[in-house]
C-alpha cells in the first residue's frame, strides 16, 4: 500500500494492483515478508493501524472529501467479518480516518465491495458501499456523500437501494442527468421491476 508522497493521483500504480489480485487471500502479515517489490508499497502506517493477520480484498484511491487529496479505502476481512477502514494524509503519512459501520443494516447483510468515483456527475467524489446477503440473493448499495459540516469525519446516504439477485447497480446518464439503475429480476411469484434514480442537483430522484 502506497506511500503518500508518492503518489498524488487517483490511479492504483499498476505493479502495486497486480501483485495485489495475486494475492488477496493471503495474511498481511505474510505479504510484508513475501518479495522486496512490495516493500517499495507497503506502508508501515497503514499496516499498523489495522489489525493483524488480516486479508486485503480491495483498496482503492479517491478524493472522498473532496479537498483535493486523496484518501485509501481499503476493505480486508478478520476473523469477525469484512471491514473497510480510511485512511487519509497528514504530515506526509497515512493516518487512519475513518470506519465504515453497518450501523443499522440488517445483521444479515455483509459489507460485500466499494468504490470511490464521481456518481453525481457534479465533480465531486462519493462513496459506493455494496452489501449482500448470505446466499447471494439480494445486494443493498448505498451512495454515501462526505458531510462537509460535522466536526469529525461523517457521511450521509446520499442514494440506497438493492438488486435482486445480488447484482451491482448500473451508472449511467439518462437524458442527459447522471443516473444509477437497479434491477430485481423477480421470480415465479412476484414480478420484477427496474428502478431508475437520475441526479436532480440536489438529490436523486426516482
Excluded at 467479518?81 to 470506519?99: C, E
Excluded at 462519493?126 to 439480494?138: A, F, Q, R, T
Aim: charged residues 20%; contains cysteine; proline residues 4%.
Amino acid at each position: 500500500i502506497l506511500d503518500p508522497m508518492e503518489n498524488s493521483t487517483t490511479s492504483v500504480p499498476s505493479a502495486a494492483g497486480k501483485w495485489l489480485q495475486r494475492a488477496l487471500s493471503v495474511p498481511l502479515s505474510v505479504l510484508l515478508l513475501l518479495t522486496s517489490s512490495l516493500a517499495a508499497h507497503a506502508n508501515p502506517d497503514i499496516y499498523s493501524a489495522l489489525p493483524e493477520d488480516i486479508q486485503v480484498i480491495k483498496y482503492v484511491l479517491g478524493d472522498a472529501d473532496g479537498d483535493g487529496t486523496d484518501e485509501i479505502g481499503i476493505l480486508y476481512r478478520t476473523n469477525s467479518g469484512v471491514n473497510l477502514t480510511f485512511f487519509h494524509t497528514a504530515d506526509g503519512k497515512w493516518k487512519r480516518w475513518w470506519d465504515y459501520s453497518t450501523g443499522s443494516d440488517s445483521s444479515d447483510l455483509r459489507l460485500h465491495s466499494f468504490d470511490i468515483k464521481d456518481v453525481t456527475g457534479n465533480g465531486s467524489n462519493e462513496v459506493i458501499v455494496n452489501l449482500i446477503s448470505p446466499g447471494s440473493d439480494l445486494m443493498a448499495s448505498k451512495v454515501l456523500v462526505y458531510d462537509r459540516v460535522a466536526d469529525s469525519p461523517s457521511f450521509s446516504v446520499l442514494l440506497e437501494d438493492s438488486t435482486r439477485p445480488a447484482g451491482y447497480p448500473l451508472f449511467g446518464d439518462l437524458n442527459g442527468k447522471s443516473s444509477v439503475t437497479f434491477l430485481d429480476l423477480g421470480d415465479e411469484n412476484r414480478s420484477g421491476h427496474r428502478r431508475v434514480y437520475c441526479w436532480q442537483g440536489r438529490a436523486f430522484e426516482k
